[in-house]
């Protein structure tokens, strides 16, 4: 079928790429002219305004928005609502916040355009292995969108089907699934990147216990300030992160896509030598705990992999500082260089 | 080869059967009779007492151990040593704490026999899919049982090489890692099941905040002592769970063989009513916390899964009731009935 | 100086005793006619109807509304706004969201009435005590209040001065607190209570640690689904946790007046039989944590306090639920009954 | 009465000195004959070795050992049991890992040497506030001793007596407490600090809350790896902190000593730019969290905090950096500079 694009970087190119290689029509656009020029080559109809979404798609139409979240989503969301017609459908297909969603597909409703949020995973490995798509929108929109879908998504076979389940997939099997109205295809992305944030810490976290397990092997100042290790003997292992990557990914409970990926990068720099440690949060993360403390149910282990990225951005730096002045006060401590 | 195997349960019986469907020779011993019974109809020589080992098995002998983690390992080593001769190798496969190993290690070092640590993770599907072996002991004597960890391995095929990686494999990559010195098996393979309840409670709650998506349309009291939510338009979402499941299985970033597992279960009984929500805790998940803390690297995501299990079995009863007799003294807040 | 009342339960009536001993005019309403009346016997003036207050007040008026937070509170603002004048100012000393004061502002701002919200800390105690106030608020309508404030709060001998503090008490000293514009009043107050949650877990969490130190005295089954403690011989202690609560109250780093409650209510029922441990939470708490998520600042404990009341309640069923399905699926483990 | 004391840094120096003001005979000796010279200014017996105690006490005698934790207190006590004689009494006062006492007590008692371990908290204040004693060892000789804990514990007086406690005090009141046998002492100081960590981390995460109050007036820069903050409107507040900690410490639920020390450094330094922010630990909290694990009671909040200690000293840099390597994995996520 036909599609437009907005939003020509990775997530939008890879798309697109996607689309095209299965033969649907995809009009694309970006604000970068070389952009744009770049899908053309590939098939793509280059679109270089707005209003030009009008002419090359028939209606009723659908335009996949590809930008980054927050303010920019929702100027191109307005922009485009300026020129599409009643019946149209606008895709947002980036990490916008769900709650904004319902705001869009309010002021969208009005001139009669439909809302469909899509949470897209997949990250620069899509256009290969398919996008794993979670959507929100009412349901006769979200039915005419599904040749879209099934091509993005990486379809049942990438993955081993779940015991029980035979014939025809059951929602969700071809990796793309409408998860509720509008709002809960990015609920349910927010949920994921939630619980991404959870999975990458632990593994993280056991791969800096795995390299620390030499600590008794070091040297050690030692003093009042500091707790003596009591028995360096336990801790006297040098560990191969990368191989135990590798091992961990065959036949173990702990294999996933993020392990696999953990293990490239160990193979290629086991102390991570090229990274400073400041890891970004885009939002979900963030909105996932909101969202547990509004409902009212715990998730610890999500927030406590949410602030310690924070914390690796010094953004603690205040409450650490406040610490030491007590100390200060109350035992006359004085800062120590880093380590121990 | 030939090996001697102790403890026939799930784990032990798995792993001899994969042996002896690969042809080596296993003769196998455990305090029930039947269990021994079993494993000879499948082709293992029966050992009544554990000096039949001597008889039959050529030395240098290796016996694999597979019994719970602590006293009973610790019994059934040492009455092994009693009847084994010098050369021969213990094999503790079961889930012993690294530091008993040592122990255990200096105890038959005494009489020449070696101590070998495998941790074993693959669970009851092992027999099948092969297990994932960390492994501790000195060098000779790993190098000595190599076919044996060959066949029980899932092999290099059982995951995609990591880019880069062609050619003879590198450790690891079969499925089966020499970790290092005695106690780094069962070292690594305690950061692994911490990691792996990391990992379990990222998904676990993750799937807990999409259950309540819909708090917004559920009646609630409202009271000095509830906090109100602000806007129950956020929560009115119904998200069949099973079904994210399946789409998380399927190109997106957090896929793993734990999904898979959590996909079959919700596909069975999505609300989960079968489960009384108690968790166990068996050790490492205790000691990965414990070898963090003494190693000084934080690990707050794992530490939060354990006590998130501890808390499961109502262990911070005290605490919690403590909570509640503050908040009557300055308060005078009475408690309330569970829910909102 | 006059003020109105609104709301006159535990907190509302505190108030309002403490200003009319200390000489001030006091109108009073409550829902509840016996509450208005029992005021009246300690020297209010009953108000019966919301308009009564006009009358009874001079201009400028300022009426101190203390109802519960959410609905009530804007539904009381809403018809005191009915009757007020321009120049008037409502004062909402309740546990108010700071972003309904923003609203809330606004709207009275149409009307020429001024919105001054006031934190209110002190709990029971605070007609003795004297209450902490955190305001905020236009300067002017603030510093008119004044009076009021210095009455209700302990004055600055309520705490020894900060060592280098002399002569005219800075901001804060007397026990009350310009915090700054419409909202800040409760922006501070809710981290006041973000910080005592915090701290109220610290201690429950270290009791519960006393209460077990016993634990290698107890009897424990053994298999391999429980972790088996080491050296029960580390944890034969049994600890009088009321006697601790004292000994910490004098000359340590830990002394404090929620240590107080605490001895108090320890020394009165030292097994807490009398509580079920499910522990409310009633808006700060959670406010405290989605603050810090938006401004992108860690606060783990804080928000591991939050956490553990949600859990208290049950509120993690599902997710403890998904963990047993996991280690069904993987090891096999059936679910065990509680302890160890 | 009569007591050596080993030790004369901050802590032992001040316990001497409160000694020698209640009339009791200290004799006093230290590595640094200076430290010995400026005690015996103030009345102090000057011992220059180790044997002199036994001419300088009657027996049966008692010396309290206060030097850093570990191989020193190890060693101090080891010589010191080769001088004193059969019936002496050993004081660790200082903050010992209460499993060494068990060990330092099997060793002494042999000889016939008393043990008794005096968990001691009160910092550089104690000489003026008095000491909290928490002390572990048989009766007999905790009861000998009572006159030293009587001196140097703050008294009664000390704290406002508990509601419904009247006449003779009872255990803990006078600020010394007899916990239970040897190790007892450390376990509950143990604790004490393990909560001391909880406490500090609250008001310090608070604090931090309060500091960015005003993140909504700063400006950001906006891309896809950023979460936008939706409102900024509600993050434009300038707190003043020292003038909340003045406030809080006044009439409000998290008033107590520590907030007293922290309103001190901030009256000094609002912005804590004296302080680098990385914070030790010097043993207890991280036993405290040993503790909890082995107990198999869950302690969130006390190991976040210790967690909170280790990342401030950046001993979590590999876990980030395998973060920022996944993202780079996964999305293409390059690391950006701090902050947002």
Redesign the interface.
Known sequence: MQLGMIGL??MGAGLSRRLLRDGHTVAVHDVDPAAIDALAVDGAVPIRELSGFVEALEAPRAVWVMV?????TQRVIASLADVLEPGDAIIDGG?S???DD?DHAAMLGERGIHLVDVGT??????LE??????IGGDDAVVARLAPVFRTL????D???R????TGEP????????H???V??GH??KM???????????????????????N?GSREHA??????????P???R????T????????????????????????????PD?AA?????????EG?W??????????????????????????????????????????????E??????
Chains 1, 2, 3, 4 share one sequence.
């Open positions: 970087g990775r980054p979240a927050g303010a920019i990490n916040y769900y709650r319902l995973s997949g990250g620069v490995h899509g292995r398919g996008f794993s798509l979670m998504a990486p379809g049942v990438a993955a081993p779940t015991p029980g389940l059951v929602p969700g099997e071809e990796g793309w699934l998860c509720g109205p709002g809960a609920f349910v949920v994921h990147n939630g619980v991404e944030y959870g999975l990458m810490a632990a593994y993280a976290e056991g791969l800096n216990v795995l390299r620390n397990a600590i030692q003093d009042a300030e500091t707790a003596p290790l009591s028995h003997e336990h801790y292992f040098d560990i191969d990368a191989a135990v990557a590798e091992v961990w990914r065959r036949g173990s409970v702990v294999g996933s896509w993020l392990l696999d990926l953990t293990a490239a990068a160990l193979r290629e720099d991570l990274y400073s440690g400041q890891v970004s949060d885009s939002g963030r996932t705990s909101i969202a547990a403390i509004e409902e009212g149910v715990p998730t610890p282990v999500l927030t406590t992999a949410l602030y310690s990225r924070f914390a690796s951005r010094d953004l603690d730096d205040y409450a650490q500082k406040a610490l030491s002045a007590m100390r200060k006060g109350f035992g006359g401590h800062e120590k260089p880093t380590g121990e």
